[in-house]
């Protein structure tokens, strides 16, 4: 669920078929949030770095990045979230901290209109970067914010020549200076090339945070890895069989999901519904690999470590459509004429 509390289409368009039961369960599973080490250390370091702003110190920026799925998003979003408001004052609502979307293809303008969305001030929102810029200042203050959460800010590098990208980061420093934020740059690993196009950011820089997948080779990954799958498995309404907290199937759900929870939540919602619909009282294997298959991405030749999924062959029928490409609406209305008896 993103921030606007909408479902991905592929999600949405299951729970459409969903009755009320396989609803409470998938939705279970889909809000469930797993608060690991890793979480605890990037919220504090959120949390440090939110701090600094009152001390009256020159404002310093951070790189918080990881391979996709680790959980980036979701962390800001809460943080932004507790800590954003909007709260009510008696001179208007405040927003200490402020959560970006970077568009693709950034460059300073639409990174300007991209702050004023986030501020909710989309009236300002124009061509002219000067004037923008101007307006951006104005609500930042007025809004008293300290914090800025750049989303996605991988576009600067992976969508934009280097110097392009080093003119558009020199232009945000230049406007961040003037209100002294601090700024949180997020991403994927990609993101750390900032860093090269962009020597002052070390000078600013109050350290990064990354979020890494969790190793099996690592004996402290594992362990804490093995503690989630417990705690995972006692919240669940439909229960995994063999309990996710054994060692083979703990295994078998890192190797799966590539030691990322978003991908072992991914699995488990679909696995949820299958069960569901199967009309079973635990997710077997059978459910988990078929959730497995669903999920492929172009990687056809991974092994699915839940063995081989069921197959179900239905009988084959002819589509009921009406679609002019396929013509199966005239041969089946052909195939009604011959069949059929006519008065003579």
């Given at each position: 669920?993103?921030?606007?509390?909408?479902?991905?289409?592929?999600?949405?368009?299951?729970?459409?078929?969903?009755?009320?039961?396989?609803?409470?369960?998938?939705?279970?599973?889909?809000?469930?949030?797993?608060?690991?080490?890793?979480?605890?250390?990037?919220?504090?370091?959120?949390?440090?770095?939110?701090?600094?702003?009152?001390?009256?110190?020159?404002?310093?920026?951070?790189?918080?990045?990881?391979?996709?799925?680790?959980?980036?998003?979701?962390?800001?979003?809460?943080?932004?979230?507790?800590?954003?408001?909007?709260?009510?004052?008696?001179?208007?609502?405040?927003?200490?901290?402020?959560?970006?979307?970077?568009?693709?293809?950034?460059?300073?303008?639409?990174?300007?209109?991209?702050?004023?969305?986030?501020?909710?001030?989309?009236?300002?929102?124009?061509?002219?970067?000067?004037?923008?810029?101007?307006?951006?200042?104005?609500q930042l203050?007025?809004?008293?914010?300290?914090?800025?959460?750049?989303?996605?800010?991988?576009?600067?590098?992976?969508?934009?020549?280097?110097?392009?990208?080093?003119?558009?980061?020199?232009?945000?420093?230049?406007?961040?200076?003037?209100?002294?934020?601090?700024?949180?740059?997020?991403?994927?690993?990609?993101?750390?090339k900032i860093?090269?196009?962009?020597?002052?950011?070390?000078?600013?820089?109050?350290?990064?945070?990354?979020?890494?997948?969790?190793?099996?080779?690592?004996?402290?990954?594992?362990?804490?890895?093995?503690?989630?799958?417990?705690?995972?498995?006692?919240?669940?309404?439909?229960?995994?069989?063999?309990?996710?907290?054994?060692?083979?199937?703990?295994?078998?759900?890192?190797?799966?999901?590539?030691?990322?929870?978003?991908?072992?939540?991914?699995?488990?919602?679909?696995?949820?519904?299958?069960?569901?619909?199967?009309?079973?009282?635990?997710?077997?294997?059978?459910?988990?690999?078929?959730?497995?298959?669903?999920?492929?991405?172009?990687?056809?030749?991974?092994?699915?470590?839940?063995?081989k999924p069921?197959?179900?062959?239905?009988?084959?029928?002819?589509?009921?459509?009406?679609?002019?490409?396929?013509?199966?609406?005239?041969?089946?209305?052909?195939?009604?004429?011959?069949?059929?008896?006519?008065?003579?």
């Amino acid at each position: 669920m993103d921030e606007n509390g909408h479902y991905p289409p592929e999600i949405a368009s299951l729970l459409m078929g969903a009755d009320k039961v396989e609803l409470s369960r998938l939705a279970q599973v889909g809000k469930m949030v797993i608060e690991h080490s890793q979480y605890v250390r990037a919220w504090e370091w959120l949390t440090d770095m939110f701090l600094e702003s009152d001390t009256g110190r020159e404002a310093t920026s951070g790189l918080f990045y990881g391979v996709p799925g680790a959980g980036k998003t979701t962390i800001l979003r809460r943080f932004a979230k507790k800590f954003g408001g909007p709260f009510p004052t008696r001179d208007g609502a405040i927003r200490p901290v402020i959560r970006v979307s970077t568009p693709a293809n950034p460059n300073l303008v639409n990174l300007l209109q991209a702050i004023l969305i986030a501020l909710e001030a989309e009236g300002l929102i124009n061509n002219d970067a000067a004037d923008m810029r101007l307006s951006v200042l104005r609500q930042l203050t007025a809004q008293q914010v300290r914090m800025i959460i750049f989303d996605e800010f991988t576009h600067i590098v992976e969508d934009r020549s280097e110097k392009f990208a080093a003119k558009t980061m020199r232009g945000l420093k230049e406007l961040l200076s003037e209100k002294h934020c601090q700024v949180v740059f997020a991403g994927t690993e990609d993101l750390i090339k900032i860093h090269k196009l962009y020597g002052q950011m070390r000078r600013r820089s109050v350290g990064d945070m990354q979020l890494t997948a969790f190793s099996w080779e690592s004996d402290d990954d594992q362990a804490e890895w093995m503690a989630m799958m417990d705690l995972i498995q006692g919240h669940l309404l439909l229960k995994v069989s063999p309990p996710l907290g054994t060692d083979a199937i703990g295994r078998k759900m890192n190797q799966a999901s590539g030691g990322i929870m978003d991908n072992v939540m991914k699995l488990l919602f679909r696995a949820t519904s299958f069960a569901h619909r199967d009309g079973g009282k635990t997710i077997s294997m059978g459910h988990l690999s078929m959730a497995f298959e669903r999920l492929r991405r172009g990687d056809m030749e991974s092994v699915n470590p839940f063995g081989k999924p069921m197959l179900r062959r239905p009988k084959p029928r002819l589509a009921e459509t009406h679609d002019e490409e396929t013509n199966l609406s005239k041969r089946k209305n052909k195939r009604d004429r011959d069949d059929g008896f006519e008065a003579s």
